[in-house]
């Protein structure tokens, strides 16, 4: 495995002529390959790839494209890259030494069912969420303090989501998983927010737990997986200015599904009829967004040099928010801050609805 590691690397430095290149596929192979878990889907392994998009993906877009971007022209972005990479190492240094203590207890023994609840109990808790997941956010907001908390309650649907995809992959039901999956984007996309996500991500774990990588079919699967994501992606950056503006001038287009799907169609058919320079604007705003080094390498090149160093008042406030919950603590001032945030983010209607 070691040998890959170092393969990837030096593949990637001298069919790019970039070092750079070369280094982020390195950490990447390095941490799929001490990522991996001893059973079930490489959930920290995924995760950690996000990370490593946010931090590599512009240099590969730049590299096939030679299209600059704001980070490019406007910033030190090789530093910054540079310094992201040298966070994942530390991540990838952390789960490890993470994994190794908590593997000191040794593996769980005895008897474990294969699944914890029957097939019909799960479909039935999964539908439920989904039926009343859009009442109980709309109620969060009812309890300033208890906000939050309401709202983790919402994510359990999607860990019932992920157990109904990896039951049916399991009994290789490929056309429920099609269905199933169509339906959580359209309701998805049919929201304020990138809601088809989630729903993708759900049905990618639960497909990569049982890959074969020695199967073509599904590394052509996977494969189609990740563009359809991608094209879903710059689909949404296209058309979500003119989506997003209904819900605030229309009263009624949040609660009717129907308009909204409407309005999508519309507006994917113009987005896909648009000329060529119009559909790279929207993939360099997509990768953009993915790739996040572009104002942290502006604090970077200004800080100390033009402004000073705040002495980790930041961080002071983050771990203010974590201990000093707004429950608890409602005058402190990053509660208020966050409370003022809440209100105005309700009265613009910008919370996502599922009817």
């Known amino acids: 495995m070691s040998k890959l590691v170092i393969l990837a690397g030096v593949v990637g430095w001298l069919a790019s002529g970039d070092w750079l290149i070369g280094a982020c596929l390195l950490v990447l192979a390095l941490g799929w390959v001490i990522l991996q878990p001893a059973e079930g889907p490489p959930v920290i392994a995924l995760a950690f790839s996000m990370q490593w998009v946010s931090v ?22 090789r530093t910054m890259v540079a310094i992201g990479l040298g966070c994942l190492l530390a991540t990838i240094a952390g789960l490890s030494v993470g994994r190794r203590l908590v593997g000191l207890a040794g ?10 609840l029957t097939f019909k109990t799960l479909v039935t808790a999964y539908a439920v969420g989904t039926l009343f997941v859009g009442a109980i956010q709309n109620a969060a907001w009812d309890y300033p303090g208890l906000a939050q908390a309401i709202l983790a309650l919402s994510y359990l649907r999607l ?38 996500r989630e729903p993708l ?109 705040t002495n980790g008042k930041l961080m002071a406030e983050s771990l203010q928010y974590v201990f000093e919950p707004r429950l608890f603590f409602p005058t402190n001032p990053t509660s208020s801050r966050i409370a003022r945030w809440s209100a105005s983010t309700r009265a613009c209607g910008s919370l996502e609805r599922i009817s």
Not at 109 to 115: D, I, Q
Not at 162 to 186: D, K, M, N, P, T
Not at 211 to 224: H, S
């Open 107 to 116: 593996p769980a023994t005895g008897l474990r069912p294969a699944y914890a």
């Open 201 to 309: 991500i759900m049905a990618a774990l639960a497909f990569l737990e049982f890959f074969d990588r020695r199967n073509v079919r599904q590394w052509i699967t996977i494969t189609a997986m990740i563009a359809f994501m991608a094209v879903l992606g710059v689909a949404w950056m296209g058309v979500r200015v003119e989506y997003r503006a209904r819900f605030t001038t229309d009263d009624k287009f949040d609660s009717n599904r129907s308009a909204r799907i409407d309005l999508l169609r519309a507006s994917i058919a113009d987005w896909a009829g648009q000329s060529r320079s119009e559909m790279f604007r929207n993939i360099d705003a997509f990768v953009e967004r993915l790739w996040t080094i572009y104002y942290p390498a502006l604090a970077v090149g200004r800080v100390p040099s033009v402004l000073p160093h």
């Open 56 to 77: 590599c993906v512009g240099l590969f877009y730049l590299m096939l494209t030679d299209r600059p971007l704001d980070a490019t022209i406007h910033s030190d972005y």
């Open 159 to 196: 860990g019932l989501l992920y157990l109904v995809f990896r039951r049916l992959v399991a009994g290789r039901e490929w056309h429920f998983v099609a269905a199933l999956l169509v339906f959580e984007i359209v309701m998805g996309i049919t929201g304020y927010y990138a809601g088809f």
